[in-house]
Every structure is written in C-alpha cells, then in structure tokens.
C-alpha cells in the first residue's frame, strides 16, 4: 500500500471517528453539511500542524510491518 493510499486511509478513520463523535455529543452538525466540512477541515489543519511526526510514523511502521510479512 502507497504512502498516499495509507494517508487517504487514515483521514477516512478521522473522518468516520468524528462522525461518531458529533452523534455521540447530539451536535447539529452533521445536519448542515457546510458545519461537517468546516470541522473536518480545522481537524485536518491540526493535524497536519501538529501531528505529521505522529502520521509519519504510523505510515513507517505500517511500511516495516508490511516488509516483515512479505
């Protein structure tokens, strides 16, 4: 699996969990679909400034856990 592949795999559990999470709590937002963009948007943003060490390492040990299996 592609480095992208693992990434477009990843938001899609974010995405998934934050849906979860906005029933969960009985938010409105999922109602308003401009609401649902925005949130994911400014999750994604944190992420991606805050956590690239954390998303880089998820995908290397993927990678060396797919070498190990081959």
Known sequence: MSAEAKREALWHY???RLEEVVQ???LP???E????E???AGYLAALEDFAP????AL???TD????LLE
Not at 33 to 36: A, S, T
């Open 14 to 16: 974010v995405q998934a």
């Open 24 to 26: 969960a709590l009985d």
């Open 29 to 31: 937002v999922l109602e």
């Open 33 to 36: 679909p401009r609401l649902m």
């Open 38 to 40: 925005a949130l994911e």
């Open 53 to 56: 060490p954390s998303i880089h």
């Open 59 to 61: 995908i290397a040990r």
């Open 64 to 67: 060396a856990v797919e070498a």
